[in-house]
């Protein structure tokens, strides 16, 4: 059974750093991407940050030296480090993995980012 957990949100002020941690467990082959997406109320949910086991990055141009996305691919895990918060980058962060054609989805942590 494959699990999808997302760790390290939390309350920062504009202008502060958070690290979110995913890690995922029960899949037999190498995960091909680890992706980072939030969702904040009333809004889809869209892509912050990705990393493929090819060693590419993508990020959305919102976050484009802010964020940094790195990936364990040994631990199958996905971090994402967040720095200089504005208040737009609150919401739910969810971890999503891309695998052998499916995705799977964790269960989100919540980023809030107010004074």
């Known amino acids: 059974q494959v699990h999808v957990v997302e760790s390290g949100g939390g309350l920062v002020q504009p202008g502060g750093s958070l690290r979110l941690s995913c890690a995922a467990s029960?899949?037999?082959?190498?995960?091909?991407?680890m992706s980072w997406y939030r969702q904040a109320p009333g809004t889809q949910r869209e892509l912050v940050a990705s990393?493929?086991?090819?060693?590419?990055?993508n990020y959305a141009d919102s976050v484009k030296g802010r964020f940094t996305i790195s990936r364990d691919i040994a631990k199958n895990t996905v971090h994402l480090q967040m720095n200089s918060l504005k208040p737009e980058d609150a919401g739910v962060y969810y971890c999503?993995?891309?695998?052998?054609?499916?995705?799977?989805w964790g269960r989100g942590t919540q980023v809030t980012v107010s004074s």
């Open positions: 999503n993995v891309y695998y052998m054609g499916s995705e799977y």
């Open positions: 029960g899949f037999a082959l190498r995960i091909h991407a």
């Open positions: 990393a493929t086991s090819g060693g590419s990055t």
